[in-house]
């Protein structure tokens, strides 16, 4: 079978591999879509700081069961599945007390262990989730980005009666506007300097955006939500202008969440969090759960997707993916792969 090796920053490479063979606790997943995501980004660019090469990508992904193990129960072969990629000790603090998503040892499929950039994708069965009957392969690729907006939501529990602020309009300030639209929040504004990106969140429904850069968001904020501003930001970007805004916009007493990652350590004016009582919530991936809460909304036709995957490659292609990304100026939203 087919592999794709990044072998180093920028450059990856097509190897011919036996298709893997599985233990009596896996099954092998015949990969037909993979979703290219702001982290997979990072490590073609070097600059993901807990990545090594050479490396296999792929974690964002979905696929046909092709084989199961002798001991592996209530999946067989045809099955639409997606897998949830972190891999944890199962012995550290968190993992004993139910954060296994934030395991000391965490190692993620496609960044620290192998990804699914390949034909078939041998895996342990708990890490494998089965899609509803009437999913397609797309909707079932983009779970995992999905959970991680589900996760970044449940941070700050009930939403309802809520006015939310996020801040960037990629994939997933995209789908955390959304997921928080679909469990309760009343309002939602989104914003992003990428005009391309703001008109697809209008495709989803999501009419409330503004572009910063054109307008004043201070302005748009009491124009949206009226003088009390929003309840609850979310910080999707991960840069020194989206946190500022952040916490230089935030109501007294409110809570931020944190769900960009930060390539540049950011200045964070402490005296407003200290003063204003801001909560800054950090956010990380997600649990099984959110996965399931993800499909349901998914199911229930709650979250939009079809505007959000704008570009698809062979997986031949795979360097063509990331040359458009590349020179799209970041008029793109899900890059997917097909194979
Ligand atoms: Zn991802
Ligand atoms: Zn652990």
Redesign the pocket.
């Known amino acids: 079978m087919k592999q794709a090796i990044m072998i180093e920053p920028g450059r990856i490479e097509f190897h011919e591999v036996p298709v893997p063979e599985i233990k009596n606790d896996q099954v092998l997943i015949a990969i037909k879509r993979i979703g290219i995501c702001g982290s997979d980004i990072h490590v073609f660019h070097g600059l993901h700081p807990y990545t090594h090469y050479p490396v296999v990508q792929g974690h964002e992904i979905s696929g046909l069961i092709e084989k199961v193990g002798v001991k592996v129960a209530g999946l067989k072969p045809g099955d639409m599945v997606t897998v949830m990629p972190q891999v944890?000790?199962?012995?550290?603090l968190?993992?004993r007390t139910g954060n296994?998503h934030i395991?000391?040892?965490?190692k993620v499929m496609g960044f620290q262990t192998g990804g699914a950039a390949q034909e078939y994708f041998p895996v342990d069965v708990d890490h494998v989730v089965r899609l509803p009957d009437g999913f397609s392969l797309d909707q079932a690729a983009m779970i995992e980005p999905i959970a991680v907006a589900v996760h970044a939501v449940n941070r700050v529990g009930n939403l309802s009666a809520n006015g939310v602020l996020v801040l960037g309009a990629g994939t997933i300030g995209n789908l955390v506007a959304q997921t928080a639209r679909a469990l309760g929040a009343t309002k939602q504004l989104i914003t992003d300097i990428n005009n391309y990106k703001l008109d697809k969140a209008r495709e989803c429904g999501l009419e409330n955006v503004c572009n910063p850069q054109r307008e004043n968001l201070g302005d748009r904020i009491i124009e949206i939500f009226g003088p009390d501003k929003m309840d609850v930001i979310f910080e999707c970007v991960g840069s020194q202008e989206t946190i500022t805004q952040a916490v230089e916009n935030a109501r007294k007493g409110t809570d931020i969440v944190v769900v960009g990652v930060f390539g540049k350590n950011p200045e964070v004016n402490l005296g407003f969090v200290q003063d204003r009582e801001l909560r800054l919530l950090g956010t990380l991936m997600y649990q099984k759960g959110d996965y399931e809460t993800a499909i349901k909304l998914v199911a229930q036709k709650l979250i939009n997707l079809s505007p959000l995957v704008t570009h698809r490659f062979a997986f031949g292609d795979y360097p063509e993916a990331y040359r458009l990304i590349e020179e799209s100026h970041g008029d793109y939203m899900k890059v997917m792969i097909e194979i």
């Open positions: 944890v000790c199962g012995v550290c968190p993992c296994y395991c000391d040892h965490l």
